[in-house]
């Protein structure tokens, strides 16, 4: 059974962009707040997928590039409250840097070593923060003056959007040629190489491309929450989530990303009353579908499988 | 002078903590392939029953410690059981990509026992009441006793595994498996089998370095994060797969840590263990003894 | 062909629903109960004291009848010690079950993050534990936009004071100590807690021999005791919060034979007896309460009604959420209203004995306004030092049911 | 030289090393337009290294390699395939996703990252190509679903897509049926015909006789001989590397054993596939008690298949039966410890770990006491491993390795030794001393020895019957005399 083609999933995406869009008419702040948050996990956990379905390459450290994007744009604003768009552009700049340093060295690395590496580079960057307290706020946050907006709605619409937006452009990234291309590269480098793309270019610009939607999303979410702490943005715990967002979701299918994301949230959610054991509820049921449905919700969705 | 023999033995103590960690670690991978990110929580779920058995069973020490070590015991077994295992054998996942599976799962996993420790216990450090107390001075360093006791039972336990692995035939078959799978199933060796005891073996070391880790330090379940990481590092340091590269591992990063922490300042102790295993991956990325 | 189609779009749906399914019948504004909202760590030992204080107090205030005739309805929330939840947490508290009031958090990551979100929803949010001055230093800042934020527990900056006070006349005055090493973790709570040690302990006369920062993941402290056993000096003035049972044990296990002395939050968990294995014998450690330290008439009876329905002593939050529950309720019958901006003002004028003293917060021109005014006709605060599983406590002098009493291994005075 | 210009191939001095060992030594070779070039040689001859360097896939030690007069030694590969090379692996790993045309697609595609939607030809030239190789009736299919010659067919279509005029085809026909092999060779010849210069790489001579214009026979890293198919074929050298010298032989009547009735063992029209490709497709064979059985073919014919289905490492259709009771339900751990024992292709040594110790793991099954006597005689059967007992595995030389690899089955006291290509990539002197081991086990012990060989010379001495093994089928059987008439003719 053929899985649906680019352009129909677009279109259902899209409607159910739209249906969103009007949430706001009914449901209360703590649910916009909630979906907001939510989305921006969506496009975190997107441009994790990017980089792993397709370039192939496993990145425990998404929060590297997203702690990036959203201190420095938090930082700037706190020191010489910039307008907000330089603070993003600033933070989002920041990130793609820092996405280039790690992985100019770290495409050298194969499997759990590049894991590793950008594991640590969490790690080193999280020793920084709570170090040079001055600076960052250290491990109680720091505070940002100014924020985009106050109502919940202008808040949900932006990051709606946002999401929506950096989703059909990174989905028809990975259908488009370069994807294909990346996905040859991610599959076997040597075939690749030998069909004569470039690979290491053509990975260097999937990381490049991650690093810029996860720090974009970074800044625009400090904007939106008012501060920035280690415990939101960069904890490993944070990467773990997203990680396990794509993965719930299903690999290799960027929209599947979303989906996870927004079950990860509404679930603990949901669950809140039950103290930790709601954690324990929720990543019991991840370590299911891990176990049972590799292919996640949007496989199960889109009835996709590699073989069949 | 003193404070080159307080680094020398106080970094040793810290040291065989590490190593005695990431040898199971090491052990597993070597023979499995397989990373288990839910070490840290196995190893604080060890902690906290240790701790517990003394604090609401009024356990002694030494029955406390047994409990410890026989939680992390049986934890590892399960996470074989229901997790690992079932993901090595499934057709569902190409072979390929079961290392992200299997990676993402313990992670899971791992996380799931710290909550349930947390909904339990909460997440306060605990400590594992001490088998030997007071202080004794070594070449005028005064150093406690705990100490000195806990660097003992690391090297025990590890010369227990060496002997186990290099002088008895079921440790001799590990030790094989873990160099070439398919040649010892061809010398008639269930895989299967090999891997049981290999979690088995790790089960114990990862009760015995939690209680000591315990007793030594005190740990929460917020650990669980930062230990997994330190294993994962040491074991990457000193090469995957490779248990004396683990050991040499376990023994630089230690003492990097305590001169730093002695040398140039406690707020910076672990950034240069971190940096040097970026160093080494980028100059050596088969780690220090490297196999695969 | 058409079917994961439709199904995606049922997707589509199915997102909006979970959405849905979270959403409660929105509750009555004015009339009906004055909900307080409190958002805390159920999981950690400091936090899961909060809302039961606050559920304790809310039901002494209804048994008595409630604010205006209205009762009291205690909302809570567990964060998971989590910034993010928290937010979360609040939004629902604010703009689904329509609390009046938000009582949150002992850790300062926490309620920073909620603050932005207390002007946003104009939420009047009081903090039973946290201690970092930036909180009302933002309120100072922006008042207008921030003023709905309190600070119901000491800053750093006024527990480094009230520590001092102690040592002048426990250390300096009974003990006759000269030098002190001061040791915090290095994070931004202790930042301004070691500039205060740095600035008040030389003013009493104790000179600083030297100032460790330790990395808050720091799980092996022996180099550090050693370098301090080095300096010997009288006391170790400590500034510990996030960790607390590892450094206790460690000073047991090597037998630092100088005492330690200060903050050290962990300590004052009734729990760390048992978490230490009783490491923490003749620790001494700031505080604001204790179990049976009769700080105000109010704090014994409070303690008993409080282990009696919960069957074990409340931490240092429990003590502060309890009063500010009732100083909210007070503020609410003294505004006649739940209208934020009438309530803040009458917050602001709040003049109440609660379990810890007299509460009272700093003004608008202050440098950190909704600050808790320390001293010694408001707070002065406590000295407590643990002996045998109990938490003792030494000063100040009217208050004190024990003596200074140090484990065999401390040697006092051993620098001179 | 003036074939440089008419020339779209010109390889000279090519050489590389891993570490100490020499893998291509001062090769040379130059593939005009319109030509096939056949590179043949056994496993390990380093053929397959030669293709990876002209690709640029390992980086040259030394050497010149020109793609129509451009030197392009040590560039990176995907320079060189833009310079005009294309490769067809003989793995496929296709993206699964996919389908066919856009596996094809992809190939088509510029190396540009500003490229967000294929140019609207790309689609007809994709469409085109998949009509020259076959492929038009399967466009939307998921390769996951195609037959293993259509995945074949999806490299070679690949590897047009950018027009290559240098085509260099690993094992063309590896897993491929009779049939598809022939509608694969005209593919080729076709490609051939619009003036590419192709060079494939196989085992032997005969698979691509039919093709080539020339054939280059390598051995060990080095040319041992050049000219046309059928010289190539009569060369010496070459019939020595592949048939060994001369050939007598001491075969035992097959009715001289007694359970002439049931065999030893018995492999009943066994079928194994990996992936799509087939691997063997109904072969039968058995082996009596004491009887010694070889099975000669080429690398790539399926002698390891055979032996791994029989050892219960791999899925297979059919059955395989010891003293006529079914393997099929025991794992492998359990068919060894029954007595049916490999010394596999790759020796799978514990490198790390001393002779002495590697023997002892062998033996762990039996009593200490057995193995200390058992021990004694295999070091009389191999003297040097008595000297090398304290050395690691892994230090040990080929032929010191392969002695231990066999020393170490032994220990386990088979019942059925399976000895895979014992002589793969040793020395004559080596061979000769194995050679003397295995004529004394067969002499001394009852043992039943199933021996795979591609050197006939050393296999024929001992067999009692032999079986030739090609493209996955049996295809002869019979004792060693006949061989040398009949199977023999063709094997090369």
Redesign the interface.
């Known amino acids: ?4 083609t680019t352009a ?2 677009l279109l ?2 899209l ?2 962009v739209v ?2 869009s009007f ?1 706001p008419l009914w ?5 916009l ?3 907001t ?1 939510a989305y921006y996990f969506g496009v975190f956990a997107m441009a994790w997928d990017l980089l ?1 379905g397709f370039a192939g390459e ?1 990145n425990f450290g998404p929060t590297f590039l997203i702690g990036v994007g959203a201190y420095t744009a938090g930082i700037l604003d706190n020191l010489y409250q910039p307008p907000i768009w330089l603070c993003i552009a600033a933070g989002t700049a920041a990130a793609i840097t820092g996405g280039l340093v790690l992985a100019l ?2 495409l ?6 590049f ?3 950008t ?2 580079a969490v ?2 960057l999280q ?1 920084f923060i ?2 040079d ?2 600076l960052t ?5 720091l ?3 100014d ?1 985009i907006s ?1 109502s ?1 709605t202008t808040n949900y619409l932006i990051a709606l959007w946002f999401m929506a937006i950096s989703g059909a452009i990174l989905f ?2 990975s259908r ?3 994807g ?2 990346l ?2 590269s991610g ?2 480098a ?10 290491t ?2 990975k260097l ?1 999937a990381f490049v491309i991650s690093a810029f939607f996860s720090g974009l999303a970074g800044s625009l979410m400090v904007f939106y ?3 920035a ?4 943005f960069i904890d ?2 944070v990467g ?1 989530q997203i ?2 967002s794509a ?1 719930l979701g299903g690999r ?1 299918t960027i929209l599947g990303a979303v ?1 996870g994301a ?2 990860l949230i ?1 679930m ?3 669950l ?2 039950l ?6 509820i929720v ?2 049921m ?2 299911i579908v ?2 049972l449905y ?2 996640g919700f949007f496989g199960l ?4 499988r ?3 | 002078m003193t404070v080159f023999w307080q680094i020398l033995i106080d970094g040793f103590a810290i040291s065989s903590l590490y190593a005695l960690g990431a040898t199971g670690f090491a052990l597993i991978f070597g023979v499995s392939g397989v ?1 288990n990110l839910s070490h840290g929580s196995l190893m604080v779920a060890a902690v906290v029953a240790a701790w517990a058995a003394g604090d609401s069973l009024h356990a002694g020490p030494y029955t406390g410690a047994a409990i410890g070590v026989a939680v992390g015991f049986s934890l590892s077994l399960l996470t074989y059981f229901v ?1 690992v295992s ?2 090595q054998h ?1 057709r ?3 072979e390929e ?1 079961k ?3 299997i ?3 313990t ?3 791992g ?2 026992i710290q ?2 420790i ?2 339990f216990y909460t997440d306060n450090a605990k400590t594992v009441a001490p088998i030997v107390q007071g202080v004794v001075a070594i070449v005028g360093v005064r150093t406690p006793a705990n100490e000195i006791f806990t660097a003992i039972v690391c090297g025990l336990a590890i010369a227990l595994l060496w002997l186990l692995v290099n002088r008895t035939r079921a440790g001799k078959a590990v030790l094989a498996a873990s160099m070439n799978p398919r040649g010892i199933t061809l010398l008639g060796v269930e895989l299967s089998q090999v891997y049981v005891a290999v979690w088995a073996i790790y089960g114990v070391l990862v009760g015995v370095a939690g209680v000591l880790l315990g007793m030594f330090l005190g740990i929460s379940s917020y650990s669980a ?1 930062p230990l997994t ?1 330190s294993a ?2 040491i074991v ?1 340091l000193g090469g ?1 797969g490779s248990v004396p590269g683990a050991l040499i591992a376990a023994y630089v990063v230690g003492y990097l840590e305590t001169l730093t922490a002695y040398l140039i300042s406690p ?2 102790r ?2 240069p263990a ?2 040097l ?2 160093a080494v ?2 100059v050596r ?1 088969r780690g220090l003894l490297g196999r695969r | ?1 058409n ?3 439709s ?3 049922a ?3 199915g ?2 629903l ?6 409660g019948p ?1 509750s009555a504004q004015s009339s009906g109960p004055i909900k307080i909202g409190v958002i805390a760590e ?2 950690a030992v400091a936090g899961s004291s909060i809302p039961q204080a606050a559920q304790l107090a809310a039901d002494e205030i209804n048994a008595a009848g409630g604010v205006n005739g209205r009762k009291i309805e205690i909302v809570t ?2 964060n ?1 010690s ?4 928290s ?3 609040f ?2 508290a ?3 079950d329509h609390v009046n009031a938000v009582i949150t958090s002992y ?3 926490v309620v ?2 909620l ?3 207390a002007g ?2 104009k939420m009047v949010t009081v903090t039973p534990g946290a201690a ?1 001055d ?1 909180i009302t230093q ?1 309120i100072a ?2 008042y207008d936009h921030l003023k709905y934020m309190f600070h119901g527990y000491a800053t750093s900056t006024s527990i480094a004071d009230a520590t001092c006070a102690a040592t002048k006349d426990l250390l300096v005055g009974q003990l006759h100590m000269k030098s002190a090493v001061v040791m915090s973790e ?4 202790t ?1 301004p807690l070691d500039a205060e040690y740095l600035k008040c302990l030389p003013q009493i006369g104790i000179k600083v021999v030297d100032h460790i920062r330790f ?2 993941d720091t799980t092996d402290f022996t180099p550090i005791f050693n370098k301090i056993e080095g300096e010997k000096p009288d006391v170790i003035m400590t500034g510990i919060s ?1 960790v607390g049972v590892q450094p206790t044990v460690q000073w047991k296990q090597q037998e630092v034979p100088i005492p330690m002395f200060g903050v050290s939050s962990q300590a004052t968990n009734s729990s760390f007896w048992n978490d230490t294995n009783g490491a923490t014998e003749g620790v001494l450690f700031q505080g604001f309460s204790a179990p049976d330290v009769a700080v105000t008439p109010k704090t014994l009876p409070f303690v008993q009604a409080f282990s009696k329905r919960f069957g074990h002593t409340p931490s240092y939050c429990g003590y502060t959420a309890y009063d500010e529950v009732y100083y909210i309720a007070d503020a609410i019958k003294r505004a006649g209203s739940v209208d934020p901006d009438k309530l803040v003002d009458a917050m602001e004028k709040t003049d109440f004995v609660g379990t810890i003293g007299r509460v009272q917060f700093k003004g608008k021109d202050t440098p950190n306004p909704h600050a808790l005014k320390i001293g010694p006709d408001t707070i002065t605060g406590l000295m407590l030092q643990w002996q045998n599983g109990k938490q003792v406590n030494l000063w100040p002098a009217k208050v004190a049911n024990g003596k200074l009493k140090f484990p065999s291994f401390i040697k006092i005075g051993s620098a001179n | 030289m003036s074939t440089a210009e008419r020339s779209h191939l010109e390889v000279s001095g090519l050489t590389k090393r891993f570490g100490g060992l020499v893998a291509v030594k001062e090769m040379s070779l130059s593939v005009a337009a319109g030509k096939i070039l056949g590179l043949i040689g056994p496993n390990g001859s380093g053929k397959s290294t030669v293709m990876k360097l002209i ?3 390992e980086r040259p030690d030394g050497g010149s390699v020109r793609i129509n007069g451009v030197e392009v030694c040590g560039w ?3 320079r060189i ?2 310079m005009g090379a ?2 067809v ?1 003989q793995h496929s ?1 296709p ?4 389908t066919v045309l ?1 596996n094809i ?3 088509l ?1 510029p ?1 540009k ?1 500003t ?4 140019d609207p030809q790309t689609d007809a030239r994709a469409r085109a190509i998949a009509a020259r190789v076959g492929l038009s009736g399967v466009l ?1 299919r ?1 390769p ?2 195609l037959p293993f010659a259509d995945l074949r067919k999806i490299e070679i279509a ?1 590897a047009i ?2 027009d290559p005029q240098v085509l260099l085809i690993d094992e063309p026909f590896a897993g491929l049926t009779a049939k598809e092999t022939a509608a694969f060779s005209d593919l080729i010849c076709e490609l051939r015909d619009d003036g590419r210069a192709v060079l494939l790489v196989d085992h032997n001579v005969k698979s691509v006789s039919r093709l080539v214009d020339r054939v280059i026979a390598m051995y060990v890293g080095e040319r041992i001989a050049e000219g046309s198919a059928d010289e190539v074929m009569r060369n010496e050298t070459v019939r020595r590397v592949y048939l060994g010298g001369a050939i007598e032989i001491a075969a035992r009547p097959e009715s001289s054993f007694r359970d002439a009735t049931t065999p030893f063992l018995e492999v009943d029209k066994v079928s194994v596939h990996y992936g799509k490709a087939q691997a063997l497709e109904d072969v039968s064979i058995h082996v009596h008690e004491r009887e010694f059985v070889a099975v000669v073919g080429l690398n790539g014919a399926g002698k390891t298949t055979l032996f791994n289905t029989i050892s219960g490492l791999l899925p297979y259709a059919g059955d395989v039966r010891r003293q006529g009771a079914t393997l099929r339900n025991s794992s492998a751990a359990a068919i060894a410890r029954g007595g049916i024992v490999q010394c596999p292709e790759g020796r799978e040594l514990f490198v790390d770990m001393t002779v002495r110790e590697n023997l002892d793991l062998g033996g762990q099954h039996q009593p200490p006491e057995e193995n200390a006597t058992q021990i004694e005689w295999l070091f009389e059967l191999f003297p040097i491993l008595r000297e090398r007992q304290g050395q690691a595995a892994g230090t040990l030389s080929g032929g010191e390795q392969q002695m231990l690899t066999i020393a170490r089955a032994l220990m386990m006291k088979p019942k059925l030794l399976m000895l895979d290509e014992p002589t793969l990539g040793l020395a004559p002197v080596i061979l000769e001393q194995i050679s003397k081991a295995l004529e004394r086990l067969r002499q001394t012990t009852p043992i039943t020895v199933l021996l795979a060989e591609q050197n006939v010379t050393f296999a024929l001495p001992h067999a009692d019957r032999v079986y030739v093994l090609e493209h996955a089928r049996i295809v002869w059987e019979g004792d060693p005399a006949k061989f040398a008439a009949e199977g023999g003719a063709g094997y090369l």
């Open positions: 059974m053929q899985p649906p129909r999933l259902i995406g409607g159910a249906v969103a949430l449901a209360s702040g703590y649910i707040g909630l979906l948050i792993f496993v060295p770290a050298r690395l194969r499997g759990p070593y894991g590793l590496t594991l640590v790690l080193i020793n709570v170090v307290a001055h706020g250290g491990e109680i946050g505070t940002v003056p924020v106050i919940d028809s990234l488009s040629p370069v294909l291309i996905q040859a599959q076997d040597v075939q690749a190489g030998a069909l004569g793309f470039n690979v270019k053509h610009t929450l008012g501060s702490s280690v415990g939101t490993i715990t773990v990680i396990i993965v290799r989906l927004i079950f509404a603990s959610e949901a809140r009353p103290g930790d054991l709601s954690n324990f990543f019991g991840a370590l891990v176990l590799p292919n969705l889109t009835r996709t590699e073989d069949a | 990373l997790v079932p993901l499934t569902k996942i190409r990509e290392e992200i599976f990676l993402t799962a992670l899971l996993w996380i799931m909550q349930l947390a909904y994060g990481a994962f590092s990457v995957l707020a910076y672990t950034i971190l940096l295993l970026v991956m980028y990325p | 062909m079917r994961p189609g199904r995606l779009a997707l589509a749906a997102t909006a979970v959405a849905l399914t979270l959403a929105a159920a999981t929330y567990d998971h989590s910034a993010a939840e937010v979360r947490a939004q629902r604010a703009t689904q850790i300062s990551e920073l993050a603050e932005p979100w946003r929803l970092s930036v933002n800042k922006d290095d994070a931004a709570w930042t990395s808050p996030h | 690709m640029g896939i990176p590969s995907h395939a833009r294309g490769i692996f790993r993206l699964h996703r996919q856009e697609k992809l190939a595609l190396d990252l490229r967000l939607f294929a939307d998921r996951g679903t690949k897509a950018r």
